[in-house]
């Protein structure tokens, strides 16, 4: 329930600080005097949107903050979800600054409008004659219906396997659709991956090849010349070896007359030494160049193969093929995985569709239980509305296709006069009708207890006489299960209140201010009075005042 209200700087009001209690509390004033912007303020801290225009100072900022009693609403699971400190009193606060940016607080943690909304809709139901206009909307009515069968937890259960269930078909599609365009091209990436694979390509072998391929194409050139080298070194009668044995044996014999002549000949012997291990070396690799045709036919179909796949696949290195291949591997395996990743996804399908139907008929039969009761107790409550002529129904059609709010349609169908026909209610109630069957409505959900509090913000234009005592004992009878404030011009309701509020302007020179106050006893008797004949109350209005208010 709302225990506080706290507004600052809002509209007409300068400040205000409200306190609320439980049970039947009633708000009157002029026409004018500010009952409605109260209401404005109020709607603030329940996610509405606003703007500078609400400031009275505009070099100020604007700070309206309620405060709510929360214990036992089950409401602490959905302060967790939204990271948000739980205490039975919750405080909601917003703030709107000079520039017109606003801040919403709950508990004093910053949260968008979204959340203060989401959380606000399940504490406050400001019911106005505005509001009547949701009676034709198919959400609303099976939202009533399942609320009398209490079974609202069923239902957000069923909503959530739902979602579930949507979202699975919706990835099912996606799944066909993919694997239809990639099964399309399934063939192409095969045999592009064949043909990387069945080339056995190994990261380095390009390299080698052509070395090898440089070798053999040029074999004679290399025999020839290595020949060549080797007949100057040793195989000729003057070959540079034996001179080189000959220049050490000569230097030998005149190096102990002259000892640097030893260290060169030491040099001498070594190049002696190296030129004949390099004769060696490369008369070995004379023997082992043999011209070999096929081996040349193969590293020339080989390096074919390489070149004709790398400009194929525009690269020039073996190793960006190999990933390639691995990536049309990987392709081809998710192609195939298609198969098993719909199977999966049908068998869930199949599951939550046995879930939803197993609770869609649940939710189903217990609608069907509490329509006569919910017409019976609406046909009885419009009867007291001076409505005794009233006809009101709870169509339920049953469908097969499971949706959102399961396998019913529901409609609420209504007629006013004696003898008409029932027809759906936006074709065929008039305003006074909607808000007086609203008013039933609220009164059916009301002894559910769906909401803490309710606000009825002059409801009642059009009504008067014994039809308005009725609707008064009706919002009396709600404030036994919640409670119920109303913004009310007419005294029948006023005086069934258990605290009453009085909404007045001041004004000075400069500026017109609107106020609040709880009335005594005393200026209630005045305050009723008044409203039943003006600003200068009779002996009699002032008698029927307290004949009201003792009644």
């Known amino acids: 329930m709302l225990k506080h209200l706290y507004i600052e700087n809002y509209a007409l009001i300068e400040k205000l600080d409200i306190d609320f209690s439980e049970g039947f509390s009633v708000i009157t004033g002029e026409t004018g005097a500010g009952k409605s912007i109260l209401l404005g303020a109020l709607s603030l801290i329940l996610g509405q949107r606003a703007d500078t225009q609400v400031l009275l100072d505009s070099n100020k900022k604007c700070v309206v903050e309620g405060s709510f009693h929360i214990k036992d609403m089950g409401l602490n699971e959905l302060f967790k979800q939204n990271e948000l400190d739980y205490e039975d009193v919750a405080i909601f606060r917003r703030e709107i600054n000079q520039q017109g940016k606003s801040r919403a607080f709950i508990n004093d943690t910053p949260v968008n409008l979204t959340v203060m909304k989401e959380i606000a809709e399940k504490l406050v139901d400001i019911h106005s004659q505005h509001q009547t206009l949701i009676l034709a909307e198919r959400e609303f009515q099976i939202k009533i219906v399942d609320g009398y069968a209490n079974q609202m937890p069923a239902v957000k259960e069923y909503k959530s396997i739902y979602a579930k269930y949507k979202e699975s078909v919706k990835q099912l599609e996606e799944l066909l659709e993919n694997e239809a365009k990639s099964k399309a091209d399934l063939d ?65 014999l005149i190096a102990r007359f002259k000892t640097d002549i030893q260290a060169i000949s030491e040099r001498v012997n070594s190049s002696y030494l190296e030129l004949k291990d390099i004769s060696n070396e490369l008369s070995g690799m004379e023997q082992n160049i043999v011209f070999d045709p096929e081996h040349l036919e193969f590293l020339k179909n080989r390096l074919d193969i390489i070149y004709h796949l790398q400009q194929k696949h525009r690269v020039s290195t073996i190793k960006e093929l190999i990933d390639i291949k691995e990536s049309l591997e990987l392709k081809i395996s998710n192609i195939n995985s298609f198969d098993v990743k719909i199977s999966n996804i049908k068998n869930e399908i199949a599951s939550l569709e046995s879930s939803l139907k197993n609770k869609a008929k649940q939710i189903s039969d217990n609608r069907h239980k509490v329509v006569p009761e919910i017409e019976k107790n609406i046909t009885e409550s419009l009867s007291k509305l001076g409505m005794p002529h009233a006809k009101f129904s709870v169509q339920i059609n049953d469908i097969s296709e499971l949706s ?25 109630a008039s305003g006074g009708e909607l808000s007086r069957l609203m008013l039933a409505i609220k009164s059916l959900i009301s002894q559910k207890s769906f909401l803490p509090t309710i606000l009825f913000d002059e409801i009642d234009i059009g009504v008067s006489g014994d039809v308005a005592n009725k609707v008064a004992v009706i919002m009396k009878k709600m404030a036994k299960t919640m409670q119920v404030i109303a913004i009310t011009h007419l005294p029948q309701i006023a005086a069934k209140g258990e605290t009453h509020f009085f909404v007045y302007k001041e004004s000075d020179k400069t500026s017109t201010k609107s106020n609040i106050r709880q009335l005594s006893n005393d200026e209630r008797i005045i305050e009723i009075a008044k409203m039943l004949s003006g600003d200068s109350p009779t002996l009699a209005a002032t008698e029927n005042a307290k004949e009201l208010l003792q009644n």
Do not use: R
Request: charged content about 30%; overall charge negative.
């Open 404 to 428: 959102n709010s399961g396998t019913n349609e529901i409609s609420f169908l209504f007629n006013a006069n004696i003898g008409g026909e029932v027809k759906e209610i936006g074709k065929i």
């Open 188 to 252: 192409y990436f095969n045999f592009q991956f064949e043909e990387l694979d069945s080339a056995k390509l190994i990261e380095d072998e390009q390299e080698k090849a052509e070395s090898e391929l440089e070798i053999l194409n040029h074999t004679e050139d290399i025999k020839v010349n290595l020949n060549k080298v080797l007949f100057i070194l040793k195989e000729n009668e003057n070959n540079t070896l034996a001179h080189l044995i000959e220049i050490n044996k000569t230097l030998n």
